[in-house]
């Protein structure tokens, strides 16, 4: 499964679903001047194999693509339908035949979703998509690049989490299962969601993303979705133990 050419990752985005700062909020965390603590949607660009994969399109995707100079993507992986993730797909219109990969459930949702993209005659201009179905167990061929899913929990929704050579990707996990644990055991680089200090219903909290980290025991672990009730990025990366660290936009990293 591991591969010993060099994998880079960019966070593009290391926030919620609210984006950091939070629309109306005036909480030190929002109104900080520290550039780490500016949160877009969260999305990441992989390049392993000499292809360019985008893990999840958000709501902020034109931003984030026009931040890399406009790089060219080989495939999109989809981790779920919620908006912070799938929202910016109708941003895809200057990428044709671009394939996607996504669970069924997440296929048919973008199917009502964005209808008028898959009508029979659609309207000049709209994305054409090539979605490519995939499941929770089996490794797929992503245009070139082996991936094995992670099934996580997010709550009561299962999604997918993915490992790509060295990388293991895992967003929006609330519960993961202990065989998954343990095929992720050593994986030299984890990226991990902890959305804020508190318990939350759906979400990591940040001790419980440490603790998933220490029986995981990766050579490496980065921090992602996090909302602005984290804490200053200054703060917080203070607290963390050797090996871990939190992502902010623009972060990245060779393994």
């Given at each position: 499964?591991?591969?010993?050419?060099?994998?880079?990752?960019?966070?593009?985005?290391?926030?919620?679903?609210?984006?950091?700062?939070?629309?109306?909020?005036?909480?030190?965390?929002?109104?900080?001047?520290?550039?780490?603590?500016?949160?877009?949607?969260?999305?990441?660009?992989?390049?392993?194999?000499?292809?360019?994969?985008?893990?999840?399109?958000?709501?902020?995707?034109?931003?984030?693509?026009?931040?890399?100079?406009?790089?060219?993507?080989?495939?999109?992986?989809?981790?779920?339908?919620?908006?912070?993730?799938?929202?910016?797909?109708?941003?895809?219109?200057?990428?044709?035949?671009?394939?996607?990969?996504?669970?069924?459930?997440?296929?048919?949702?973008?199917?009502?979703?964005?209808?008028?993209?898959?009508?029979?005659?659609?309207?000049?201009?709209?994305?054409?998509?090539?979605?490519?179905?995939?499941?929770?167990?089996?490794?797929?061929?992503?245009?070139?690049?082996?991936?094995?899913?992670?099934?996580?929990?997010?709550?009561k929704l299962p999604i997918l989490g993915f490992r790509i050579g060295p990388l293991a990707y895992i967003t929006d996990c609330k519960t993961i299962a202990p065989e998954q644990v343990e095929r992720l055991h050593g994986i030299p680089l984890l990226v991990l969601n902890a959305l804020r200090l508190d318990e939350h219903l759906s979400h990591l909290s940040l001790s419980q993303a440490l603790e998933?980290?220490?029986?995981?025991?990766?050579?490496?672990?980065?921090?992602?979705?996090?909302?602005?009730?984290?804490?200053?990025?200054?703060?917080?990366?203070?607290?963390?133990?050797?090996?871990?660290?939190?992502?902010?936009?623009?972060?990245?990293?060779?393994?």
């Amino acid at each position: 499964m591991m591969n010993n050419e060099k994998l880079t990752i960019t966070i593009l985005g290391s926030g919620t679903s609210t984006g950091v700062p939070q629309i109306g909020c005036t909480c030190d965390v929002c109104q900080s001047s520290d550039p780490r603590d500016k949160r877009l949607r969260q999305s990441a660009l992989v390049r392993y194999q000499g292809k360019n994969i985008l893990i999840d399109c958000g709501p902020d995707f034109r931003q984030q693509i026009l931040s890399t100079g406009g790089m060219a993507l080989d495939a999109i992986l989809i981790t779920h339908i919620h908006y912070d993730h799938i929202g910016g797909l109708e941003e895809l219109r200057g990428f044709s035949d671009l394939p996607i990969y996504a669970r069924g459930d997440v296929i048919d949702a973008l199917h009502k979703r964005l209808a008028y993209c898959f009508a029979d005659h659609p309207y000049p201009g709209v994305p054409h998509f090539n979605i490519v179905e995939i499941n929770d167990h089996d490794a797929f061929d992503c245009n070139g690049v082996m991936v094995h899913p992670i099934p996580v929990m997010h709550y009561k929704l299962p999604i997918l989490g993915f490992r790509i050579g060295p990388l293991a990707y895992i967003t929006d996990c609330k519960t993961i299962a202990p065989e998954q644990v343990e095929r992720l055991h050593g994986i030299p680089l984890l990226v991990l969601n902890a959305l804020r200090l508190d318990e939350h219903l759906s979400h990591l909290s940040l001790s419980q993303a440490l603790e998933l980290i220490e029986q995981i025991n990766p050579g490496r672990a980065v921090l992602i979705h996090m909302c602005h009730q984290i804490g200053l990025h200054a703060q917080v990366e203070k607290i963390l133990p050797e090996g871990v660290m939190l992502a902010y936009d623009g972060l990245e990293i060779n393994v």
